[in-house]
């Protein structure tokens, strides 16, 4: 398992410009940071992380991409590792794959050791902790959560939720983003008493279904949406037997489009709120803002709506990081393969905090580039009708996945075979949106001209690192 290193020259030495980063330019080093108050060697973090938020939602976001894109980084191949709530969050939160910190499924948030994760690093290190929004699933929102001074943690809902506020679960009228909006605010105003760097970790429910868009924005017109080639592909005759079986048509992934894309609105206008106090604060070039998806969602891509399958639109998710104290706000596109694991590297290497823990991320502050990911997602149960576990190595160019004899349990216990039950490969370049699985009928010989032979070994030791 690869372990970041977060002293030297990567922490706050190599920034300048996204530019500069993204070519791998390292720049002298600068000061060690100060003790406590938030300046651009331990900045202010905020933490935003949406919903089942797939990339081509910028339209609903209009004042997010002006702010964190306009004066930070665009990170253009932005992932989630496993796409799927729970063990993405833990991902964001540790900055380790699923199969490390073993939240493989939505029923096992309790299996993640939360002396592996940012906020304890960061309230540790002395900073003001909070979270507004969704924790974890299966996490009862009666149990506070670790290491997080301030909460107003929901039971996923919309309208009216039941939220876990400081210890005391009660229910807060209203719309949760705005609910959840107006308590992040508060915790940012107090930063004028309390000199405390802070970190704020904001996780609205949107754009989850039921996309329960707020009252305002319920007749919003959207831009008209004719799909894409994978929207919903008529032939997939090579594809596994769950996508040839899927039924999703277009005009069904035009209705979820148009209710996530509403739903979102109130996510840009709590964004944009956000903003505006740090700028009343005089906190914008101070603070290191990271804003992702947890995972992306198909819009009847393959006949499929929804996540948790190895295609591009359910793992491919908005990613957007800025801090102009820290070099981060020209408004560049950094083209690197990046991930959630990323996340917590980053704000820890931002922090001048080096872990105890290992990261299979790696600081976004540095010159480091990979050239492949894995992504990785676990099947619940072991009824015959779901799609197996599957595993896949994605490149700018290609991406190969395996599909396993393998199941978890409810405590996340693995168990099966291991036999692959189905490969697919496709060649991104030529087919971005994976409509000719070239394993299809492929021959031994078809096999090695595509490599294959080298991709599966390295998407083994990928599952094993």
């Known amino acids: 398992m690869a372990t970041s290193s977060l002293s030297g020259p990567g922490r706050r030495g190599v920034l300048g410009t996204a530019a500069a980063v993204a070519a791998g330019t390292v720049l002298p080093a600068l000061a060690a940071p100060p003790a406590r108050a938030a300046g651009p060697d331990r900045p202010n ?38 796409p799927l709530c ?47 929004g969704k924790y974890l699933n299966a996490w009862d929102v009666a149990d506070n959560p670790p290491h997080f001074e301030e909460f107003a943690l929901l039971r996923p809902s919309y309208t009216d939720g039941t939220f876990n506020v400081n210890g005391t679960v009660r229910t807060i ?18 930063s004028r008493t309390d000199s405390r760097p802070w970190f704020a970790c904001v996780t609205p429910y949107a754009s989850h279904g039921p996309f329960t868009p707020e009252p305002e924005y319920a007749g919003t017109e959207v831009p008209a949406w004719d799909g894409r080639p994978s929207v919903p592909e008529e032939d997939r005759s090579d594809k596994p037997a769950y996508v040839r079986d899927a039924t999703q048509t277009l005009e ?3 209705l979820v489009r148009a209710k996530q894309l509403r739903a979102l609105r109130s996510v840009d206008d709590a964004v944009q709120s956000f903003r505006d106090k740090l700028a009343a604060l005089g906190q914008l070039d101070d603070t290191l803002v990271v804003y992702i998806g947890d995972n992306g969602f198909n819009w009847a891509d393959h006949g499929l709506t929804g996540k948790a399958v190895p ?37 820890l290497d931002a922090a001048g905090i080096t872990p105890d823990t290992p990261h299979d991320g790696h600081s976004l502050l540095g010159p480091h580039a990979r050239d492949h990911l894995l992504v990785e997602w676990w099947r619940q149960g072991s009824g015959t009708a779901a799609k197996n576990t599957w595993s896949s190595y994605v490149a700018k160019d290609r991406q190969y996945t395996e599909y396993y004899d393998l199941h978890t349990n409810a405590a996340g216990t693995v168990s099966g075979t291991g036999q692959v039950k189905f490969r697919e490969y496709y060649d991104l370049r030529a087919d971005p949106y994976q409509l000719r699985n070239s394993l299809h009928q492929a021959t031994p010989a078809d096999e090695r001209a595509l490599g294959i032979p080298g991709l599966a070994a390295a998407l083994a030791a990928d599952r094993t690192a």
């Open 45 to 82: 973090v905020l933490l935003i992380v949406t919903d089942d938020q797939p990339k081509q939602t910028e339209w609903a976001t209009p004042k997010t991409v002006a702010w964190l894109a306009g004066r930070g980084v665009r990170f253009s191949n932005g992932h989630a590792t496993t």
């Open 86 to 132: 729970a063990p993405s969050r833990s991902s964001v939160f540790s900055g380790r794959f699923a199969h490390n910190h073993g939240v493989r499924n939505n029923s096992t948030s309790p299996a993640l050791d939360r002396h592996t994760t940012l906020q304890r690093y960061l309230s540790q290190a002395g900073y003001r902790t909070g979270l507004f």
């Open 173 to 190: 009228s209203g719309y949760a983003t705005t609910v959840i909006r107006n308590r992040t605010l508060a915790f940012l105003d107090k």
């Open 252 to 254: 069904d992934g035009r």
């Open 311 to 347: 295609y591009r639109p359910a793992h491919e998710v908005p990613f957007y990081l800025s801090w102009p104290g820290g070099g981060l706000g020209g408004g560049t596109t950094d083209d690197r393969i990046v991930a959630n694991i990323d996340i917590a590297p980053t704000v």
